[in-house]
């Protein structure tokens, strides 16, 4: 077993390092916020991820896994900090991989191997992270030390039991380099590991795989759109089209939401000009917000005045995280059309008269978030944006005593449609 120092303790990189420790390797969790490291000594996981927290906790119990302020030096190091789309200059913000890499640097000794394990565009190992930790360190890649990308591909809700099953893709900058990280990943994955040819070849391997997502969603979105214009149901026509060996659509729904899928596609275009269908894919995923402001038009013929309450801001169904939420984007786009006259947003929250939100998953000062009974007073429709599984339990007789008028728009068919028909209400679905 092998001392591991985990850089960046997020969706990522908690569950990976009590992973590790729960393997026996000794585990230093570092993360720059201090408030973040004190409450994980604290026992408090944050993040809304079935069983994390006590997962966690036994591997602080173990002695294994220890939150540090202080970065610690180790055979490994695994980055697992975040890589958020720069959207003014339409790249990736690789900020926070640079100031990892000059960490990493001040603590790094020969024979030590160093993983990168964010998203990241083809090529940022190798010209971006290396160097950095290179001039900081005095040490050179492959020659003294490991280097490696390794991208994560666990799915947020489970990521547990993904980061034992999943299969892993290892490319190092050299043989020595990628045999060092295979060793550390056989530790605990069950899956296949596979090297690359280098770490490019493993960074674009992770972006095709999230872009190939993100474009046969699209495609469910579109059909979702062209079937409405035939009056024919989505998603009974995707079920039977389905039952066919070779085909296998996935769900339409509000767009694509989350720090992955709607970006990924453009750190996949950083050095490229050959991507035309992906764009178009991006675009098909964004514009379902529109469809939805017509569906819901449909229902109300004028938004004017309207009271719409949104349930679900997080981005999926039983997570908590917001980042590029189409609920959200919904409750954006929804204020934007208001009157002039209509109050504006509060300091910067998403909060109007006309628009409510509510969400049983997500707890986030700056969202003025609704109970269900209170986003629904007085409000002309039910927007369903996210999948919780508390939304298919929700009492349409109830809710239409508190509405104004009762008008449903379920963007992810989580509703038995019949029963809230037969509530009274008037109802459309994505
Ligand atoms: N969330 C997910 O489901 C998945 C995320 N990824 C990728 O993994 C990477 C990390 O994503 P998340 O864990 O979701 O991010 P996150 O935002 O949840 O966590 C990142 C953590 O890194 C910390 N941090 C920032 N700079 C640091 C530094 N220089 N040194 C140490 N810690 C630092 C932050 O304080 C934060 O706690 C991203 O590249 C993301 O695209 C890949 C697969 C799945
Ligand atoms: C190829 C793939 O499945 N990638 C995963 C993805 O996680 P993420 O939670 O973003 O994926 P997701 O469950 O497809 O959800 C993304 C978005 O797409 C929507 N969605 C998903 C499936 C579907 O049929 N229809 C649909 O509209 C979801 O509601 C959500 O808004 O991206 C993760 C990442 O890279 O962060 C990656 O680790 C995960 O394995």
């Not at 300091?347 to 000062?365: C, E, S």
Request: charged share 25%; net charge negative; hydrophobic share 40%.
């Amino acid at each position: 077993m092998s001392s591991v120092c985990v850089h960046g303790l997020g969706y990522v990189g908690l569950p990976t390092a009590a992973m590790l420790a729960t393997h026996g390797h000794d585990v230093y969790g570092y993360d720059t916020d201090p408030v973040l490291t004190r409450e994980l000594r604290d026992g408090d996981v944050s993040l809304d991820e079935p069983g994390l927290e006590a997962f966690v906790a036994r591997a602080v119990e173990s002695g294994r896994l220890r939150i540090v302020d202080d970065v610690a030096a180790a055979a490994y190091h695994v980055i697992c900090v975040p890589t958020p789309f720069d959207e003014d200059r339409r790249e990736a913000n690789l900020d926070y991989v640079t100031a990892a890499g000059r960490t990493v640097g001040t603590v790094l000794r020969e024979g030590d191997t160093v993983i990168l394990e964010s998203t990241v565009p083809p090529g940022t190992t190798e010209r971006h992270l290396k160097p950095v930790i290179e001039s900081e360190s005095g040490l050179a890649a492959g020659r003294d030390f490991g280097l490696a990308h390794c991208p994560e591909t666990v799915l947020p809700g489970d990521v547990i039991a993904e980061l034992r099953e999943n299969d892993r893709i290892v490319g190092g900058v050299d043989a020595r380099s990628a045999t060092a990280a295979v060793r550390l990943y056989e530790s605990f994955v069950d899956g296949a590991i596979r090297s690359t040819e280098g770490p490019t070849t493993a960074e674009f391997v992770k972006l095709i795989q999230n872009t190939a997502r993100d474009v046969e969603i699209a495609l469910a979105n579109e059909i979702a759109r062209i079937a409405h214009d035939y009056g024919i149901d989505s998603r009974e026509a995707i079920e039977m089209a389905n039952a066919h060996p070779r085909v296998d659509i996935l769900q339409p729904g509000p767009g694509v939401g989350g720090h992955c899928l709607p970006i990924d596609p453009w750190f996949l275009g950083a050095d490229s000009d050959a991507l035309d269908l992906v764009p178009t894919a991006r675009a098909v995923n964004d514009g379902m917000i529109e469809f939805v402001v017509d569906l819901l038009e449909e229902l109300l013929s004028d938004l004017d005045e309207k009271r719409v309450a949104v349930f679900g801001a997080a981005y999926k169904g039983n997570v908590d995280d917001t980042r590029m939420s189409p609920g959200l984007e919904l409750v954006r786009e929804l204020q934007h059309g208001q009157k002039p006259s209509a109050p504006a947003t509060d300091g910067g929250t998403l909060d109007t008269p006309g628009v409510a939100i509510h969400d049983p998953h997500v707890r986030d000062p700056t969202l003025r978030l609704l109970d269900v009974e209170e986003a629904a007073t007085d409000a002309h429709a039910i927007v369903i944006a996210t999948d919780h599984d508390e939304f298919a339990e929700l009492d349409p007789d109830r809710l239409r005593e508190l509405m104004a008028d009762p008008n449903v728009v379920d963007t992810r068919a989580i509703l038995d449609l019949e029963r809230w028909r037969n509530a009274g209400f008037e109802a459309r679905r994505v």
